[in-house]
């Protein structure tokens, strides 16, 4: 059974970083499309970042410059690097992983197959 935990959400200031960790007990983690989305109360869940097996990533317009997705193949953990934060990051971020795909990582939550709980990030003004 495949499990995704996510640890290191808070609460910070605008203008502030957090390291997001996603510890997944897939084995060859580094061959599947890995990705963070995010949920704020009341919208949809959006793609932030994915990562594929050969390391190309894609970002979200709004977290572009600011955050950076990255993975630790051997230690099978997904990070999530989010820098100068805003309000508007305010939201549940999970990590999420497409067992079917190893490249061209889609942004569409729909076809990622597996899920983490979720760790909850507030940025206050």
């Known amino acids: 059974q495949v499990q995704l935990v996510e640890s290191g959400g808070g609460s910070v200031q605008a203008g502030g970083s957090l390291r997001l960790s996603c510890a997944a007990s897939?084995?060859?983690?580094?061959?599947?499309?890995m990705g963070w989305f995010r949920q704020a109360p009341g919208k949809e869940r959006e793609g932030v970042a994915v990562?594929?097996?050969?390391?190309?990533?894609s970002y979200a317009d709004s977290v572009k410059g600011r955050f950076t997705i990255s993975k630790d193949n051997a230690k099978n953990t997904l990070y999530l690097q989010m820098n100068s934060l805003k309000p508007e990051d305010t939201a549940m971020y999970y990590c999420?992983?497409?067992?079917?795909?190893?490249?061209?990582?889609?942004?569409?939550?729909?076809?990622?197959?597996?899920w983490g709980q979720g760790t909850q990030v507030t940025v206050s003004s």
């Open positions: 999420a992983a497409d067992l079917l795909r190893s490249a061209y990582c889609y942004f569409y939550a729909e076809v990622y197959g597996q």
């Open positions: 897939i084995s060859r983690q580094s061959s599947y499309c």
């Open positions: 990562i594929g097996s050969d390391g190309g990533t």
